[in-house]
């Protein structure tokens, strides 16, 4: 029987981090709106980026305890859960429209973020100088994306979609709301709190969750691979999750193939090339190939269905969903 105080734990854990994550949100937002930044700059920044401090938390925290699958496992099944089981559920709901720039911009680099995961554990160690060619990756494609967001003309952005995004708490146009008319203006001081009582609560919200998960774990049986590869991974993917779900839910579900895409990127670049620039991440007995194989296969079932300027259907959403429950199958049985 899995004892209470442990799933307490872990689901406090997850609050926080969401909470964390929307205080560090909003007051970076400020802080860079205080500085004159535009907002679909600071919705390609601060709140991308803030949408990936989850995982982050959880994966630095637990690499530096030498929990390595954890730390692993959080960002391969962080990255299998928005791609299958978010975009999947998303388009159960109401298919999301691709927006062929998408296409020819964004999902190249994700299929290459993706298959770059098991070429560089090719010899079982993720090192620091790797750990930082991510950090750079994330860089570089954090520069290309605002060069790109600086032609678009504000007609462009869809009103709409920007109100939804702001309600649903999606990563790149949220914030444009975020740093424009959505939210009453606070003062610099304020934002700056906010912020670092948004970072505080990450840390101890991370504590909580990954101790709760662990213990969770260690009592009906499961491996810390497993761990992360499940109960952590959608834990920290639970705002994408939830937001989502909203927006598809209002009528916006386009916003969720914009997420699903940015969150994977930086989980791959930015998450384990932190995470491995502070501590080397090694494989390990107990983290097989499959999960490594399993992450590049959904990435490239995502693609296929995003093909294209089209709507995905609520058949391929379903056959998203199956293949994310047929890679924790194969996970646990291989």
């Known amino acids: 029987m899995v004892p209470i105080f442990p799933v307490v734990k872990l689901l406090v854990g997850i609050a926080i981090l969401y909470w964390g994550a929307e205080w560090l949100i909003r007051g970076s937002a400020g802080i860079a709106r205080g500085f004159g930044v535009k907002p679909l700059v600071v919705g390609l920044t601060v709140v991308a980026y803030g949408t990936s401090a989850p995982e982050l938390a959880v994966a630095t925290k637990t690499a530096l305890e030498h929990a390595q699958p954890i730390a692993l496992g959080t960002v391969i099944g962080s990255c299998a859960a928005n791609i299958s089981l978010i975009l999947g559920l998303t388009a159960l709901i109401a298919p999301p429209t691709v927006d062929g ?88 001081t304020m934002s700056a709190l906010m912020s670092a009582l948004g970072l505080v609560l990450l840390l101890a919200g991370s504590y909580l969750f990954v101790e709760g998960g662990r213990k969770i774990g260690e009592s009906v049986g499961m491996s810390e691979r497993m761990l992360g590869l ?35 990127l930086l989980n791959v670049f930015l998450v384990l090339g932190v995470t491995a620039c502070l501590q080397p991440i090694r494989l390990g007995e ?49």
């Open 101 to 188: 720039r998408i296409i020819r911009r964004e999902v190249p680099v994700l299929v290459g973020s993706a298959i770059a995961v098991p070429i560089l554990f090719r010899d079982g160690v993720l090192s620091r100088v790797e750990g930082a060619l991510l950090v750079i990756c994330a860089v570089i494609f954090t520069i290309a994306t605002l060069t790109v967001s600086a032609r678009i003309a504000p007609d462009d952005l869809d009103a709409d979609d920007v109100e939804a995004a702001a309600r649903s708490g999606e990563a790149e146009l949220a914030g444009a709301s975020i740093g424009g008319k959505a939210h009453a203006r606070s003062s610099p």
């Open 286 to 334: 107990r983290m097989h190939l499959v999960d490594l194989v399993g992450l590049v296969v959904i990435t490239l079932l995502g693609v296929v269905v995003l093909r294209g300027s089209r709507k995905i259907t609520r058949l391929e959403g379903a056959l998203l969903v199956a293949a994310y429950v047929a890679f924790i199958v194969c996970a646990a049985l291989l």
């Open 230 to 264: 499940t109960v952590i991974a959608i834990g920290t993917a639970l705002p994408e999750l939830i937001g989502s779900l909203v927006a598809a839910s209002r009528g916006h579900s386009a916003l969720a193939v914009g997420s699903v895409i940015g969150s994977n």
